[in-house]
């Protein structure tokens, strides 16, 4: 769900953000190790786009500070060098997946979402309760066979409580999970999302309301 994207080439970190955006995942995007490692400390991201040769430090040292942590980020590494050794050598100090420039989008899209099944508990691509039925593959939405004209945000945030399987969820989890670092956790932004995926769910209402905890489905 939440992705940081760390490129020192500024125009194709941008472009990698606004396709996973519209892939339906919370970007973050930084143009150097340091900040990159600054970021990972910050927030809880599933995976992590690494640019190998970053600046001030280098994307190597990123992963190897990543598993010494055991964080559970996952790591796809991404190289101008594409040789056996390359990847090799990538995937030894710690990547899960390697990828060359230049790169076919799709693939970068679909090889982040099979990370980001790596780093959650096991769910299964088809989401069902209560007469709900969501695809996290083909992105696709139905109530008891009617389809849904959901945002890649209302998508995020129906997909994270389908996932709780009828736990509560917080805000600040919705926020952390589904928004990206821009979001301010003061505008209500998990309440007015809350209140649009509501109306488009329609009659009876699914989500309720958990009284000081958040909500469920």
Known sequence: MRVLVAEDEEVLAELVATGLRRAGFAVDTVYSGDAALAYLGLHDYDVVVLDRDLPRVHGDEVARRLVADASRTRILMLTASASTDDRVEGLDLGADDYLGKPFEFPELVSRVRALRRRSARPVPPVLERHGLCLDTVRRTAHREGQELDLTPKEFAVLQILLEADGGAV??????????????????????????????????????????????AL
């Open 170 to 215: 917080s805000a600040e989890e919705l926020l952390e999970r589904a928004w990206d670092a821009n979001a301010d956790p003061f505008t209500g932004a998990v309440r007015v999302a809350m209140s649009k995926l509501r109306a488009k769910l329609g009659e009876p209402a699914l989500i309720r309301t958990v009284q000081g905890v958040g909500y």
